[in-house]
């Protein structure tokens, strides 16, 4: 499973639109690309997936880089709830049951 | 929409003890699993399971047991609680692992060993 780096925290005022960045340097071409979320005492909650290019729902969008090295979860227009972990996961389709290995994440804090 | 349930939500057990948690989801989701997460990490996978009855181990299953006996629930045993140990297992289910599917997760159970 490919490893993914992330930076340990981001800082952001309300109303901002924020960019995370996720490394997945030895990405395979089985592999997707997930975006989790968590804030204290709840569970993680999805937030996107994606394989190439462009992705985008309600909640945020997902762009990922031409060799899919590198993908950036951006949010528009951050509230104070916006503040929580945010994990980037690659994993395979099928195969250990699409198993998520979360590392230790992104921690955004936001500012009023 | 559904909702993943775990019960309890706190637990707190002695040294040696075995201990049970259990989680029910109302999605009619396949597959479900357990993580465990201790603080200020990312979460680890126990086990999981893609039918009924079905157990697959995961990155951390020894110490633990998991039993699958109807598709809406999925039961995680400690076989023997560790001293100070202390750590959220969060169940969670999607609807296969055919596909790109997202993972539910429960709200967890939070685990304390004295």
């Known amino acids: 499973l490919a490893k993914t780096t992330q930076p340990p925290s981001m800082e952001a005022y309300e109303g901002q639109e924020v960019n995370v960045s996720c490394s997945h340097t030895?990405?395979?071409?089985?592999?997707?690309i997930y975006w989790y979320r968590q804030v204290p005492h709840q569970g993680p909650q999805f937030i996107i997936q994606?394989?190439?290019d462009y992705v985008v729902n309600e909640v945020a969008s997902l762009f990922i880089s031409a060799d899919r090295k590198l993908s950036t979860l951006s949010l528009p227009w951050v509230s104070l709830r916006d503040a929580a972990v945010y994990y980037c996961?690659?994993?395979?389709?099928?195969?250990?049951?699409?198993?998520?290995?979360f590392g230790t994440g992104t921690l955004l804090s936001v500012k009023p | 929409g559904g909702i993943i349930t775990q019960t309890p939500k706190f637990l707190i057990g002695q040294e040696g003890q075995k201990l049970t948690l259990k989680c029910q989801q109302n999605?009619?989701?396949?597959?479900m699993y357990w993580y465990r997460q201790d603080s200020g990490k990312g979460l680890r996978l126990i086990y999981y399971?893609?039918?009924?009855?079905?157990?697959q181990k995961g990155d951390l299953s020894e110490g633990y047991d998991a039993s699958r006996e109807k598709k809406s629930s999925f039961s995680l045993t400690v076989t023997s609680a560790q001293k100070n140990e202390m750590a959220v297992f969060l169940c969670?289910?999607?609807?296969?692992?055919?596909?790109?599917?997202?993972?539910?997760f429960g709200p967890g159970t939070r685990l304390t060993v004295l």
């Open positions: 994606g394989y190439k």
């Open positions: 030895n990405i395979a071409t089985s592999e997707y």
């Open positions: 399971s893609i039918t009924e009855n079905d157990l």
């Open positions: 999605f009619n989701h396949d597959t």
């Open positions: 969670a289910s999607s609807p296969g692992t055919g596909g790109p599917y997202e993972q539910y």
């Open positions: 996961i690659v994993t395979p389709l099928g195969g250990s049951g699409n198993k998520l290995i």
